[in-house]
Structures are given as structure tokens and as C-alpha cells.
């Protein structure tokens, strides 16, 4: 065998070691990273080492928010009910309303169309316009304390018969 032949095969022994170890190495690494790491974090704490002590809590994970305008033509379809409640002398809901828990701030929901403080602010109960949403969406914004309406035309029929039949009185 020539001396180039030896070599050859010889590095790509090398090679095949070194790759099937290559996770041990990275191990390896990762742990003299820490170490570091750790005796350059102690260096900036000035001995006050009780914030490297005890173990990392994980990341929360983001719960997965609900609802929301899904199309061109639901947002114009709640856009042109928004019109009609101007129309009418009552005021704007909010569209795309961000809905969170109101003990942690976490975000909910999107909800399409509502009037918080109800349609004549605090006169009334809150009201949610929600189309197109899957029924825990619905059930989300209807504990949260909102009137829940899954189509327009029965909301603009509860605002003629209750709101507006109310201001007439």
C-alpha cells in the first residue's frame, strides 16, 4: 500500500470517528458553555448567588387565542352594521375586540364586533356580534357576561325592539 493510500484511509477513519462522536462533543461543549457562563454571572452578582440557585422554570406557553374576522366580506358585512348603528344615533362597536382574562391580562379572544359598556354605555348589558365563530368562542364571550348575536339581522332586530324602542318611550 502506498504511502498516500495509508494517509487516505487513515483521515477518513479520523472522519467517521470524529462525525459518530460529533453529539458527544456538542455535550461536551454545551457543558463548559455553562460553566462559563455561570462563573461570569456569579462575577456580576457580587456574590449574591441565590439568583443562579435552584433550577429554570420553563417558558410559559402561549394559549392559543379564539375567534377573530376571518373574511373581506365578514368584515364588510360587520363594517356596514356599524354604519346602520350611526345611522340609527347609536354609537360604533369595536371591531376585532381583544378579549383577555381579567385576572391574568391573558389574551382570550378576538371577538368581531361588541359593545363593552353596552350599546348605551352602562345602561345596558355588553353585546357581542360574533360571526362565523366556533361555539366555544361564543360560550367564552357569553360567560365573560356579553349578549352573544350570531347574526346580523336578529341584532338589528334587538336593537330596534329593545334599544330603540326604549329611547321612544
Not at 60 to 84: C, D, K, Y
Request: glycine share 8%; net charge negative.
Amino acid at each position: 500500500m502506498s504511502g498516500t493510500a495509508t494517509k487516505s484511509a487513515v483521515c477518513s477513519t479520523r472522519s467517521t470517528v470524529a462525525i459518530r462522536r460529533f453529539r458527544d462533543f456538542l455535550e461536551a461543549r454545551k457543558e463548559l458553555l455553562a460553566e462559563e457562563l455561570n462563573r461570569c454571572m456569579e462575577s456580576l452578582l457580587h456574590g449574591d448567588l441565590r439568583w443562579l440557585a435552584g433550577t429554570a422554570t420553563p417558558a410559559t406557553t402561549m394559549a392559543q387565542v379564539v375567534g377573530g374576522i376571518s373574511s373581506a366580506e365578514e368584515e364588510a358585512e360587520l363594517e356596514a352594521l356599524n354604519e346602520w348603528m350611526t345611522s340609527v344615533g347609536l354609537p360604533r362597536g369595536v371591531m376585532a375586540y381583544d378579549f383577555s382574562d381579567p385576572v391574568s391580562g391573558e389574551q382570550k379572544a378576538v371577538l368581531d364586533l361588541v359593545w363593552p359598556g353596552g350599546i348605551q354605555e352602562e345602561l345596558s348589558q355588553p353585546v357581542a356580534v360574533l360571526l362565523n365563530e366556533e361555539s366555544g368562542t361564543i360560550a367564552l364571550a357569553s360567560q365573560a357576561g356579553f349578549r352573544c348575536f350570531t347574526d346580523v339581522e336578529v341584532f338589528r332586530r334587538y336593537v330596534t325592539e329593545e334599544i330603540l324602542a326604549e329611547n321612544t318611550d
